[in-house]
């Protein structure tokens, strides 16, 4: 079952759990994972905490033990989610020793309500730094453009980063400029290089949502023939600039310091599209040094079905950059569907995290002991 996972793994594609939850670590899911599925990394996001907490699995005693301390909702929600995160990297630390610090690493995001705010972004990933405690997780930092200072700055004082929420290729190069800024901030400052990691998640099949939904509202012959590449094809083109920038003599300068590279990370790697093959945003992205953050839908379906034949991605950059430019000539906007993309992805995390204070707030209220 695990032979095309194994292949991904060797073709140098780290393989992380786009999901977490309580009852996932506590059933010896995860770790089942770990040691049978590849699986060397964990991602959350708010979606993630509101639906794993909505679902109650494993939190009563702690939400009792909050309600009895009478804390704020906020502060509950940091306490769940840092706990959870905590002990997922406990279980991880093996693989995280085993490979120097590039894996067995767990991200916690920032709260999304600060994406536009960059003082407040670089607070609350110190404050979650310093209450996870574990040297294996990564904070992350919206690609906003509040969000690249944050970025350089947050990496300058040695905290490990996975931005977030990446569409565009203006925008990935911005966060590879940040990345590196903070490395050369965090050298200047006699900070080990080494012990500093950083992934640039870019998503994928939202950029496919959002393009073919314009080319079935055009419904020509042309259009038809252009759905299901734009998410490949500006992937594919990250990649060839994640190669260009990390073997500039800028980088060069780092590099000889023991830095290291920020990896690529394909994110919203779950196929939405029934139409599409559901490894689709897997097999097609096969390059080393990446990671792909799968849910766990997706990470079955490689297993049973995957087609590793190899790198994907090397050798196809000028057919990536024709099917962009494809639909450039049906009279879709590049620019504006990678911008609505990211204000609806800080939307939806936003939403979600106000869902996560809601749900959280009840049961707190429910739990609270009677005075007297």
Do not use: C
Not at 4 to 32: C, F, M, P, Q, Y
Not at 271 to 295: Q, W
């Amino acid at each position: 079952m695990t032979d095309a996972l194994k292949r991904l793994s060797d073709e140098g594609v780290a393989i992380w759990l786009d999901d977490l939850s309580r009852k996932r670590i506590t059933s010896g899911n995860l770790a089942e994972l770990i040691d049978q599925s590849h699986v060397v990394g964990v991602t959350t996001n708010p979606s993630i905490f509101q639906k794993a907490i909505s679902q109650g699995d494993g939190y009563e005693q702690q939400l009792t033990d909050l309600a009895a301390r009478k804390v704020t909702v906020e502060e509950a929600v940091r306490m769940i989610t840092t706990a959870d995160v905590r002990d997922a990297a406990d279980i991880l630390r093996p693989v995280f020793d085993a490979t120097d610090g590039q894996d067995g690493r767990v991200s916690i995001e920032v709260d999304p309500r600060l994406a536009h705010n960059t003082l407040a972004t670089v607070a609350e990933a110190k404050q979650l730094a310093w209450l996870v405690d574990r040297p294996n997780t990564l904070i992350k930092i919206p690609a906003t453009e509040a969000g690249l200072p944050a970025i350089t700055e947050t990496i300058g004082r040695g905290i490990s980063v996975n931005v977030t929420l990446i569409f565009s290729l203006e925008r990935y190069r911005a966060v590879m400029d940040a990345y590196l800024a903070g490395l050369e901030k965090a050298k200047a400052a006699g900070l080990d290089l080494s012990t500093i990691h950083s992934v640039a998640s870019f998503f994928v099949s939202r950029v496919d949502t959002e393009i073919d939904k314009r080319l079935d509202a055009i419904g020509s012959d042309e259009a038809k023939v252009a759905k299901g590449k734009s998410a490949l094809a500006n992937a594919r083109l990250a990649y060839e600039a994640y190669e260009e920038v990390f073997s500039s003599d800028r980088w060069a300068a780092l590099d000889k310091a023991q830095a290291n590279k920020q990896r690529p990370l394909w994110a919203s790697t779950g196929v939405k599209d029934p139409s599409l093959k559901d490894t689709l945003y897997v097999d097609d992205l096969v390059a080393p040094n990446t990671v792909n953050t799968m849910p766990e839908a997706t990470l079955e379906a490689v297993a049973d079905h995957g087609e590793i034949t190899g790198n994907t991605v090397a050798g196809g950059y000028d057919r990536a950059r024709a099917d962009l430019d494809a639909i450039k000539k049906l009279g879709i906007s590049y620019d504006e569907v990678v911008q609505l993309l990211e204000d609806e992805g800080v939307e939806k995390f936003e939403a979600s995290w106000n869902d996560l204070l809601k749900s959280t707030e009840a049961e707190l209220s429910r739990l609270a002991p009677s005075e007297g």
